[in-house]
């Protein structure tokens, strides 16, 4: 059983930063994928970025690339969420999640082993993040 806590959440205006943190304890290994989702009030839950804990195999949404950057410090078992030039559609509560390794995941017709997947098992309570404008 893996279990999850994010800290790190806040408010901050339109082009500020935030850093998220979540820290796994249980039996997390280098095969483990570690990944980030958020979900807006009336919206469906959003995948954001994923990485391997080993390092490696780092994934992100259209919608943060360039601005997010998630990180490991293995030793820790922490995985991070830095979030540069925030906008308000960047408001959310967001999850870390863990899984126990790679899947398939095809897209365009084109399928490869990844982390970047939606259905991870373990799942933290969430962080708010609200941007203001």
């Known amino acids: 059983e893996e279990w999850l806590l994010e800290s790190g959440g806040g408010s901050v205006q339109a082009g500020g930063t935030l850093s998220l943190s979540c820290v796994a304890s249980g039996n997390t290994g280098p095969n483990f994928c570690l990944g980030w989702f958020r979900q807006s009030p009336g919206k469906e839950r959003e995948w954001v970025a994923a990485s391997q804990f080993g390092g490696g195999d780092t994934h992100y949404a259209d919608p943060v690339k360039g601005r997010f950057i998630i990180s490991q410090e293995n030793k820790q078992k922490t995985v991070y969420l830095h979030m540069d030039n925030l906008i308000p559609e960047d408001t959310a509560m967001y999850y870390c999640?863990?899984?126990?390794?790679?899947?398939?995941?095809?897209?365009?017709?084109?399928?490869?082993?990844?982390?970047?997947?939606?259905?991870?098992?373990?799942w933290g309570q969430g962080t708010q993040v609200t941007v203001s404008s």
């Open positions: 999640a863990a899984d126990l390794g790679k899947k398939t995941v095809c897209s365009g017709g084109t399928c490869s082993r990844s982390c970047a997947y939606d259905d991870y098992k373990y």
